[in-house]
């Protein structure tokens, strides 16, 4: 079974759990807070056959003493150590954070600005890609200056180029693929 696959199971299930216990929001940020110290580190390092047994369950048992004693989140870390899937935390975060979009009626969608955009103007983009979409839409934003102006959207998969890299990009094309042609 794919690490994708294995992320997805274990983040259902979380979520899962979560929800009956209707804490999905809180369990969202400290699986965040959790994944990116496993980034921090290197995944690599709790990657299967890393780490042995009881190394595994002491890191667990300090992870836990950190979230609190008996939390949803510790009795889930400490199945992960059981399992030796530690190293899957930043991957579950990713997938957790789908479902519960998904659960919501969201998307996530990832705009790439030349430069910071005004409140009105993300409130804008925001509420145009919702209608396109027919769901609200969470825009997570970067700067690329390369862009030279605009943005470049991507949203369940699509991507919408309005930069002014892409549109020169694309005239200077069709100006090198008339070259040589006559002109009538």
Do not use: H
């Not at 979380?14 to 921090?40: F, N, P, S």
């Not at 103007?121 to 919702?130: C, G, K, P």
């Amino acid at each position: 079974m794919s690490t994708t696959a294995i992320a997805r199971r274990y983040a259902k299930a979380l979520y899962e759990l979560a929800a009956e216990d209707g804490v999905v929001d809180a369990i969202a940020d400290e699986l965040a807070t959790l994944a990116q110290a496993v980034r921090e580190v290197g995944a690599e390092a709790l990657q299967p056959g890393s780490r042995d047994s009881e190394s595994r369950i002491r890191l667990a048992e300090k992870i836990g003493s950190a979230l609190g004693v008996d939390s949803l989140l510790t009795r889930f870390v400490r199945v992960l150590a059981d399992n030796d899937r530690l190293g899957e935390l930043p991957a579950i975060c990713e997938w957790f954070v789908k479902i519960r979009d998904v659960a919501a009626g969201r998307v996530r969608a990832f705009v790439t600005a030349s430069a910071a955009l005004s409140e009105a103007d993300l409130e804008r983009l925001t509420a145009v890609f919702s209608s396109l979409v027919g769901k609200l839409v969470v825009p997570e934003v970067a700067i690329d200056d390369s862009l030279i102006a605009g943005v470049v959207v991507e949203v369940e998969g699509r991507v919408f180029d309005g930069s002014v890299r892409s549109s020169l990009q694309r005239l200077g094309e069709r100006m090198a693929g008339q070259s040589g042609k006559p002109t009538t």
